[in-house]
């Protein structure tokens, strides 16, 4: 296989999941996250994309937050 990302539930990641991933070149993009607290921890945790229900919202929430 010549994957590029992995795509996991958001509550099954973790920050050492997302660094061995990003040491193998893939992509980590987490799937579904609603609240904005959860939103900020997955930027500090280092995924690559967020899907949620509420783009609008996070894209605000995340637009001045330091990560």
Do not use: C, I, Q
Request: charged fraction near 20%; avoid cysteine; aromatic fraction near 16%.
């Amino acid at each position: 296989m010549n994957a590029t990302s992995v795509n996991l539930w958001y509550r099954t990641v973790s920050p050492e999941f997302v660094k061995k991933a990003h040491a193998r070149k893939l992509a980590v993009f987490v799937y579904t996250a609603n609240l904005p607290e959860e939103w900020k921890l997955l930027a500090d945790m280092g995924v690559d994309g967020v899907f949620t229900d509420f783009y609008a919202t996070a894209v605000k929430t995340l637009a001045d937050y330091k990560y």
